[in-house]
T-cell receptor
Framework: RKEVEQDPGPFNVPEGATVAFNCTYS??????FFWYRQDCRKEPKLLMS???SGNEDGRFTAQLNRASQYISLLIRDSKLSDSATYLC????????????FGKGTTLSVSS | GAGVSQTPSNKVTEKGKYVELRCDPI?????LYWYRQSLGQGPEFLIY????????DSGLPNDRFFAVRPEGSVSTLKIQRTERGDSAVYLC????????????FGPGTRLTVL
């Protein structure tokens, strides 16, 4: 079983749609959680950290459920510029501070 | 300020050759990480440095891979006797300290082994 699992998609949505991505992780000792965004042939960039209390940054809302080992990302009012791959990332204590990435979920927003 | 830089941006080599990939972290960042990203996959951890020492090299796939950071700044990832399966994007990231979660990634080196 992969440490971090995501539905690879692609998710094809029209502008203005709300879309949700889910992710599960296997290591219950994981301490830190993130969503990274990666554009085609570019490096990953931190989108937001994920906290148990849930956190929101503009149109983006992230949620963590430690009991279910489940992470989510909600994007409201999708823009064309949101088209990218979204990587679910866990910081695994077993590998020091190495980040453990999911395969990514591809989002395509069309006009 | 300047971000993480990596050179070369692209490297094409033949099977069996030796390659070196360079990473310049953000100035002052003590922690440096190497990851490898194959097509359609997320990045996979290779090794990380705290200062000059390799604190965790558990992700290196085999002894053909080696990395150094002799002065605690620039790092070089070295691959001996390259194989076609080594073809991937090699990403470097840095963070201010090991205890800082946020890692800043460089643009990567795309390695193609023919």
């Amino acid at each position: 079983r992969k440490e971090v699992e995501q539905d690879p998609g692609p998710f094809n949505v029209p502008e203005g749609a709300t879309v949700a991505f889910n992710c599960t992780y296997s290591n219950s000792a994981s301490q830190s959680f993130f969503w990274y965004r990666q554009d085609c042939r570019k490096e990953p960039k931190l989108l937001m950290s994920v906290y148990s209390s849930g956190n929101e940054d503009g149109r983006f809302t992230a949620q963590l459920n430690r009991a279910s080992q489940y992470i989510s990302l909600l994007i409201r009012d999708s823009k064309l510029s949101d088209s990218a791959t979204y990587l679910c990332v866990v910081c695994s204590n077993q590998a020091g501070t190495a980040l453990i990435f999911g395969k990514g979920t591809t989002l395509s927003v069309s006009s | 300020g300047a971000g993480v830089s990596q050179t070369p941006s692209n490297k094409v080599t033949e099977k069996g050759k030796y390659v070196e990939l360079r990473c310049d972290p953000i100035s002052g960042h003590t922690a440096l990480y190497w990851y490898r990203q194959s097509l359609g996959q997320g990045p996979e951890f290779l090794i990380y440095f705290q200062g000059t020492g390799a604190a965790d090299d558990s992700g290196l796939p085999n002894d053909r891979f080696f990395a150094v950071r002799p002065e605690g700044s620039v790092s070089t990832l070295k691959i001996q006797r390259t194989e076609r399966g080594d073809s991937a994007v090699y990403l470097c990231a840095s963070s201010p300290t090991v205890s800082t979660d946020t890692q800043y990634f460089g643009p990567g080196t795309r390695l193609t082994v023919l």
